[in-house]
């Protein structure tokens, strides 16, 4: 089993994949959002983005690459969403609102809102896909400081701004269009983390690790989001550091992660840039899965 200690609390996660929730950080929700999910996939499935450069998890629809952009000082990144670990805490969690700064978010001005119609879809291999990337903040020293586990991503869309009334409870912003894990966040008083991504901050492209160049970046089909209206709010909730910790040593071992998306306006050609180096592998990826789909 794997032990993890968040504010005082001392929680197990099991071989299901699944962690103890932070103390009174969310309520047990009365119905979960609907998204239909293949349900082999609460067995549980790690993609090892340290092994490999791009792949999916079985029966996910997102495509995860490693990528190495740079430079990603924040004021070039422009990010939506900054979280960094509490303290001297392993797991960090966050949503993108430029309300208030919920849950383990860092720095309200980056920390924005994001409408849909804002987002531009990238095509690989005849699919479109909204695009998604990250720049982890982990030290390089040691086995386990270099690691970070991406334990679940959630991205809602609503017609109005649900930030302050859903608070610390992530299901209540709106219709979830893209779940890592599980429909429900929680099972029970426990994550649900069975689907999970492991990066290498130092492993990308022979980069140097720490912030200042991105890691990994992540494809969302557009299609799911087909019910959606263009002005709708755009809610991308992230959770990291369950299998292996955002924060590994003392406060000052690991800083903050943060994302930005591919958008469809000018931004000095920056996004478009991040794409160059992973689509290569994405195509060919793209291309087998199509092929095993076509076979089924």
């Not at 609460?42 to 952009?69: K, M, V």
């Not at 979830?176 to 991504?197: E, H, K, M, Q, T």
């Not at 089909?221 to 550091?241: I, M, R, S």
């Amino acid at each position: 089993m794997k032990r993890v200690t968040q504010g005082g609390l001392s929680t197990r996660a099991s071989a299901t994949g699944k962690i103890a929730k932070p103390g009174q950080a969310f309520s047990i929700l009365a119905a979960a959002a609907t998204l239909l999910l293949p349900a082999s996939r609460a067995l549980g499935d790690e993609l090892d983005l340290t092994a490999q450069d791009s792949g999916s998890i079985p029966g996910d629809e997102a495509i995860f690459a490693r990528i190495d952009s740079h430079p990603t000082g924040t004021g070039v990144f422009n990010p939506f969403l900054t979280v960094q670990s509490p303290g001297n805490q392993p797991v960090e969690q966050g949503y993108n609102t430029s309300d208030f700064l919920p849950l383990d978010d860092l720095r309200n001005h980056w920390n924005t809102d994001l409408h849909l119609n804002q987002l531009a879809g990238v095509s690989i291999a005849g699919k479109t896909y909204y695009a998604f990337e990250l720049d982890a903040n982990e030290t390089g020293q040691g086995n386990n400081n270099k690691y970070l586990s991406i334990d679940n991503i959630r991205i809602y869309t609503s017609p109005t701004d649900t930030a302050k009334a859903a608070g610390n409870n992530p299901d209540d912003l709106g219709a979830l269009r893209y779940s890592l894990n599980d429909p429900r966040l929680l099972a029970g008083n426990s994550f649900n983390i069975a689907n999970w991504v492991k990066i290498d901050a130092t492993r990308d492209f022979s980069s140097t690790s720490g912030s200042g160049s991105s890691d990994m970046i992540v494809y969302v089909p557009t299609e799911l989001f087909k019910d959606a209206a263009p002005g709708d709010f755009v809610y991308f909730y992230n959770l990291n550091g369950v299998h292996y910790a955002a924060d590994p040593g003392t406060s000052a071992d690991a800083g903050f992660e943060e994302w930005r998306a591919l958008r469809g306006v000018p931004d000095g050609g920056n996004s478009l840039l991040l794409l160059g180096s992973a689509l290569t592998a994405l195509v060919l990826l793209a291309g087998q899965r199509s092929k095993m789909s076509s076979k089924a």
